[in-house]
């Protein structure tokens, strides 16, 4: 299944290189930016404890994603970055009473395509299918002490991405949204929704 998504990444990418006759030169790029990660970690929880627990997030959380890669057809590319995701962490309540709270961090290195068609000159829509190699870690503390674990894997993510060029297509502007679905040895599945913005560098 693997095989076939990356073979299907690569027509897609070939395809949408040659269509474009007004395609910018390609190039090497260099970007960075943000995004806003939402866990699924404390849903996750709270149906292990069963009734009677009530498990409270904090939210979204912030993380930063850095990557070089080459610019082609314009606004599309191939990346190679690294990925540390917003920390998510909460508390557990029953009975209204606070029992214990945790932590859950995540990060890891990634390979990603971004296939990106032409709205006008300088502003490009398209998708994001990638590979992350993920490593994560949760912390919980109780009045019996603090535990930790942790768990690795490699899992495939995909989104939207769009992007705006400027200062004759040496500069760009992101915006994105990517759905992450990490699972463990154990079968538990951690996903993240995140929005993200940010910059690129282009060196065509």
Avoid at 5 to 23: I, K, P, R
């Amino acid at each position: 299944m693997k095989k076939t998504l990356v073979m299907l990444l690569v027509t897609l990418a070939t395809g949408n290189s040659w269509a474009a006759e007004d395609s910018l030169k390609g190039g090497f790029l260099v970007g960075g930016g943000f995004a806003r990660d939402t866990g699924n970690f404390a849903d996750e929880l709270e149906d292990v404890l069963g009734s009677g627990f009530n498990v409270e997030d904090d939210g979204a959380s912030t993380g930063p994603d850095l990557y070089l890669g080459y610019a082609f057809s314009g606004a599309s590319s191939i990346r190679v970055g690294y990925r540390q995701f917003g920390e998510q962490s909460g508390e557990v309540f029953t009975g209204g009473m606070k029992i214990g709270e945790y932590e859950v961090d995540a990060d890891g290195l990634y390979l990603a395509a971004d296939i990106m068609f032409p709205l006008a000159d300088t502003v490009y829509l398209g998708g994001t299918l990638g590979l992350q190699n993920w490593d994560g870690e949760s912390t919980t503390t109780t009045a019996l002490g603090t535990s930790k674990g942790s768990s690795d894997g490699r899992d495939f993510f995909y989104g939207l991405r769009g992007k705006f060029l400027f200062n004759q297509g040496k500069g760009g502007i992101f915006a994105g949204y990517t759905f992450y679905s990490f699972e463990d040895e154990m079968g538990e599945e951690l996903e993240y929704n995140s929005l993200s913005l940010g910059v690129e560098g282009y060196f065509r």
